[in-house]
């Protein structure tokens, strides 16, 4: 056994910003698959999920995280809350904006006072990622760079596309050659540290997410009941509750004869049966709670 820790480039990585700047689209770029849940709808992501790129001289261990905005709303501060504390205990930030939403000195003030806010709580080295630039004008990207520049003593400004990973190597340079030395923080043969369970339950609530329309996506949450593994016959039953807050939306998810629902189920099942490696059984129940968004002990339970 090596009895001297290996000492490598180590170090915690927050990715914040505001909300459908492509953070978790980054984080899963970086990995290589997919941890974090991604959808064109902003609020997306709910928690603090780390994933951890591990490589013969460095551990990454990135924090997606929820996005920044301004909000009166329980769940919103709490996600929002999420995300700040993240800025606490990082050796390193990565604030990821989308280049395809007007420029600093374009913004309406109150939204650039809100971003610079938020550069305040930066305790860290800092990198400013511009992401999306297969959206724009190349010739754009210089002035944009310039622009953000000015706003903070950022280490670095980085333009990347995180769709299409353009600039993400680029980008992990710049990060590793800011990154201290040290032991690794996480075991070398895991990408994350939350639970099967828990991204099961963020696979169904991203499918909630992408067949629903408007106000449900935000009014749902996702309860894993049970999950049972019988190796016998490789197979993995799940039981699952979508959590609404009115008794129409409940009609929404479910759909007519239950269409809806049977298709969350089937497009989550397969993403399931691709994470766990093996045959899954999905049974998804919906409940209505009323106004569980505003419910403090509810959204513990769904860590928050
Ligand atoms: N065109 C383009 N779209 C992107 C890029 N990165 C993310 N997106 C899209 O932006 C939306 C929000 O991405 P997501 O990662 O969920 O953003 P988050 O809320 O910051 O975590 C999704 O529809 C992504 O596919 C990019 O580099 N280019
Ligand atoms: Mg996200």
Redesign the pocket.
Known sequence: MNIIEQVVKSGMVA?V????????????SFLGQKI??????????RNRIAGIVNERDHQIVFL?T??LHKSRETLNTEMVKVAMDSLLEVDLVLF?V?V?LPLPEKMKEEKREELSSYFQQIKSPAIMVL?????IDRKLILPMIDAYAQLFPFKAVIP?????G?GVEELKREILALLPMGPRLFPEDIPTDVTERFLCGEIIREKVFLLTGQEIPYSTAVLIESFKEDESKNLITIHATIVVERNSQKGIVIGKGGEKLKSIGTSARKDIEQLLGGRVLLKLWVKVHKNWSQDKRFLKEIGL
């Open positions: 990715i910003g505001p909300p459908n700047a492509g953070k978790s689209t980054l984080m899963n974090s849940i991604v959808t064109p709808k902003p609020q997306t992501t997606d929820p996005g990821l989308d395809s992401n999306k630039i297969d959206q990347i596309s995180a769709l299409s353009d």
